[in-house]
């Protein structure tokens, strides 16, 4: 896909995105379906809804004011092939991010995305969710913890608010499930430290997605036994 219509779709969908940005992600969707050939990184194929499905709707963060500061620290906690993290990182210069995932072989495309895109402003970890937010380089360090497609929201929580410092936000993207999931998540953020605030719809242009951003507010600290074990949060979800 060229630069110039991975700009005008995402000037369409209300983001900004100048000619570096725009090379950037063209990089990417290259990389993408290059190594998407050897390895699973995405059963998306087409380059229209790959771009709506996973850069797009990556971005869709920014058209809401203040969700993403234009500053300070992020992590994306199983990244996956790099979705949010990589696209915001790529949009927000000034906004250090971290970018988690529990498989080496992820880590190593990222790494391979950010040397050829130039990117300064991203560490990559390969570990466990719940084995990096014990660490105290990490843990409670960050103003926004990001995950997309993930876990269901009780499990995301235990995931992501342990990284997050008390006055940071979590931000889960999810899909129309999300109904079904809220009130057991809004308890289990309560007993994580944090309080779960009213989703935001992001709807992108021409497409039917029910897509939405749930922030959860971390309004105090996380008590120290969570994370739980690997494998604990999925199989005996809190709240």
Not at 228 to 233: D, F, P, Q, T, V
Request: charged content about 25%; hydrophobic content about 45%.
């Amino acid at each position: 896909m060229r630069q110039d219509q991975i700009q005008n779709r995402l000037r369409a969908c209300g983001i900004d995105c100048d000619a570096l940005l725009a090379e950037r992600l063209e990089a990417y969707m290259a990389l993408l379906a290059e190594w998407n050939a050897r390895m699973d990184l995405t059963a998306v194929t087409e380059e229209d809804e790959t771009l709506d499905r996973h850069f797009v709707d990556s971005l869709m963060a920014l058209t809401v004011p203040g969700m993403i500061p234009a500053k300070g620290t992020a992590v994306d906690v199983g990244t996956g092939a790099g979705f949010p993290g990589l696209p915001l990182a790529m949009a927000l210069p000034d906004v250090s991010f971290t970018l988690l995932d529990s498989l080496q072989k992820r880590v190593d495309f990222l790494g391979a995305v950010g040397e050829k895109t130039g990117l300064t402003n991203v560490t990559l970890i390969h570990a466990r969710a719940e084995d990096a937010a014990r660490r105290l380089e990490l843990r409670e360090r960050f103003d926004r913890a990001v995950a997309r497609a993930v876990a269901p929201l009780p499990a995301l929580c235990e995931y992501l608010l342990p990284f997050v410092r008390v006055g940071g936000e979590a931000l889960c993207w999810k899909g129309p499930g999300l109904q079904e999931e809220l009130a057991q998540g809004r308890r289990a953020a309560h007993l994580l430290g944090g309080s779960a605030g009213e989703a935001v719809q992001v709807q992108i242009p021409d497409r039917d997605w029910q897509h939405r951003i749930l922030p959860v507010r971390k309004v105090q600290t996380t008590p120290k036994q969570y994370p739980r074990r690997a494998g604990m949060a999925a199989k005996a979800p809190l709240g």
